[in-house]
């Protein structure tokens, strides 16, 4: 029998949770018949939706209570799990546009799976009038008038003229300026990137099209070096800088161990948990990933990353006084 993934899981909890609100509760026997698995598979699923109420750091947004009684599976809510989550015709069809974007930026098999998803979505919109469903929608490049920073990009790239960009870094208060040679853009993981040299450091940068605030050509004339390759800077559809990644290396919790295993290659350990390297450019995101699953990640290395997570967390726990 194939290994059950954690997606079979949160499938059977999203069924089962609308079920056992009803008044009365559903029959633990008839909801196991129901998703073709036996009780005592349902009964671990109810202990992750306990469990996890009781144990996530950041608590629920909503009060949630589900168990068993006299056979019966019961739950309560605050009341935003009493009904299936149903899309309408319109956000049906933002979606399918949103999961197409996003591919773009995808490894192959990413991709494929989310135009796969997408074309699930158009097909349930053919039964609907195409005219009203996409009514005040239009698609085109983000800059009607020609005159945004995608726009002064590309143009500056085309005739090899710097630019000055008021930028503003992840994590900085303050934007700071500029001078940038810009060589190539990038689209990865939904996000138009500009790689260039920037006068400051005298090095070839990544910059977020979304973090300048402000762009304008300098006219100023550059040649791009005859080895620059913008291959250099993307890897799988990640753009990333050069010279500056360093290996972080994570221990998942055995709770959530698998659920990493079905996303990226990773080490198992004896005890469940699970350990990934990764080559990582940015400090501030695999603090911002690591905290971000609470108690069950654990940064291991490399050390002042380790000592970076301990300061955000009391700075957090300051703020919370």
Avoid at 108 to 134: K, N, S, Y
Avoid at 296 to 305: C, G, N, R, T
Wanted: aromatic share 6%; with cysteine.
């Amino acid at each position: 029998m194939a290994a059950e993934v954690a997606a079979d899981r949160l499938d059977r909890i999203l069924y089962a949770l609308p079920r056992a609100l009803r008044e009365g509760g559903v029959r633990l026997a008839d909801l196991a018949a129901e998703l073709g698995v036996d009780e005592s598979r349902v009964m671990d699923d109810i202990a992750v939706v306990t469990g996890r109420a009781y144990t996530h750091p950041a608590g629920w947004v909503n009060d949630l209570e589900m168990y068993v009684d006299g056979g019966r599976v019961e739950a309560w809510t605050s009341g935003e799990f009493d009904r299936p989550v149903r899309l309408s015709p319109r956000e049906a069809l933002a979606l399918a546009l949103a999961l197409r974007l996003l591919s773009a930026g995808m490894d192959a098999v990413r991709r494929d799976t989310l135009r796969e998803l997408a074309g699930r979505l158009d097909a349930a919109l053919t039964a609907f009038p195409a005219e009203p469903l996409t009514a005040g929608i239009a698609l085109d490049g983000g800059d009607p008038d020609g005159n945004g920073a995608l726009a002064v990009l590309r143009d500056a790239i085309a005739e090899k003229r710097r630019c000055r960009i008021r930028y503003l870094k992840a994590g900085r208060p303050e934007p700071e300026t500029r001078l940038v040679a810009p060589y190539a853009l990038a689209l990865a993981s939904g996000r138009w990137y500009v790689v260039g040299h920037s006068a400051e450091p005298d090095a070839v940068r990544v910059f977020r099209l979304d973090r300048m605030l402000e762009i304008e050509s300098t006219g100023a004339p550059y040649s791009i070096p005859d080895d620059f390759d913008p291959r250099d800077y993307l890897e799988d559809g990640i753009v990333f800088h050069p010279g500056e990644e360093r290996e972080a290396i994570v221990r998942y919790s055995p709770r959530i161990a698998r659920w990493i295993a079905e996303r990226e290659p990773v080490e198992e350990l004896p005890d469940g948990s699970a350990v990934v390297r990764r080559a990582v450019a940015d400090p501030g995101w695999i603090v911002r990933h690591v905290l971000s699953y609470g108690p069950d990640a654990e940064l291991l290395e490399p050390d002042d990353l380790r000592e970076a997570v301990r300061e955000k967390i009391r700075e957090m726990t300051r703020d919370q006084r």
